[in-house]
């Protein structure tokens, strides 16, 4: 489990507050047996590769870490780290209301960044961090605006393909025992539309159950059935019109929602 986590040279890595060498500790904290102290490691790794929704060179490398947890059953608290993937990939994601993620204008943006993230000068190796820090504000600082709107939109996009890479474990999840996962799970798929031919028969299959409750074996719950009908609404396919007589209110407000962003 965890395996090469300490191989990346994160110190030659950023996050908000500087090196990203605790990184390590806080992600291997995740699976530790304390609540109190899985919580202080989630909340200092939203503080540090998701400080107020940005996102920085260090948090594409924590990513494939924290699929990896998320994808062993033996992990505590699966719904928080699902929440955190999602935030990593898109962002504050309300911002992506009711059209979803622009996936394509984010590509165009980031053209050019790769190149600009490379002739960044090496960070400081010595004992002073606020050196190192300034080495790499002076260099943000030395580029026009469009040129940091490049180079941070790379480093978004980076963050937001090495989570796309885990759809096929987010699908998985759909089926989880924890309808708080398969809400999350759900929730993830919706924001990445260039998935979406593998990612809308995994989120409407659950919904059929219930259109025909007698004759499924398990129906699903309000909850993740909604989310799923929203997903499939923010990825392109509008939810089946019977769904609006659902019985329940919120699988009937989900199924609308999800038509109205698709039909108008």
Do not use: C
């Not at 929730?187 to 028969?201: D, K, M, V, Y």
């Not at 059929?208 to 004759?215: N, V």
């Amino acid at each position: 489990m965890l395996e090469g986590l300490d191989d990346i040279e994160w110190r030659r890595l950023g996050h908000a507050y500087g090196a990203a060498d605790d990184l390590p500790d806080q992600i291997r904290a995740l699976r530790s047996p304390d609540p109190a102290e899985r919580d202080d490691a989630l909340g200092t790794l939203y503080t540090n590769i998701f400080h107020q929704g940005s996102r920085y060179q260090a948090s594409a490398y924590a990513v494939p870490f924290l699929l990896e947890l998320l994808a062993d059953s033996a992990t505590p608290d699966p719904a928080a780290i699902l929440a955190l993937l999602t935030s990593l990939a898109v962002g504050n994601d309300e911002n992506f209301l009711p059209d979803g993620f622009p996936v394509t204008d984010y590509r165009r943006a980031a053209e050019g960044g790769r190149e600009l993230l490379a002739a960044k000068p090496p960070s400081w190796t010595g004992e002073d961090e606020a050196k190192k820090d300034y080495v790499e504000y002076a260099y943000v600082q030395s580029l026009t605006a469009e040129e940091q709107n490049r180079l941070w939109s790379y480093i978004e996009l980076a963050v937001y393909d090495a989570v796309q890479a885990g759809v096929p474990l987010l699908r998985s999840l759909l089926g989880h025992p924890d309808p708080g996962v398969r809400i999350g799970a759900a929730h993830a798929l919706a924001w990445f539309p260039e998935e979406a031919t593998g990612s809308l028969p995994a989120l409407t299959h659950p919904t059929a159950a219930r259109l025909e409750p007698d004759r499924a074996e398990v129906v699903p719950e309000p909850g993740p059935v909604a989310t799923m009908l929203v997903a499939s609404g923010l990825l392109g396919a509008a939810p089946d019109i019977r769904l609006l007589a659902d019985p329940h209110p919120l699988v009937r407000w989900a199924a609308a929602i999800g038509r109205a962003r698709v039909l108008g």
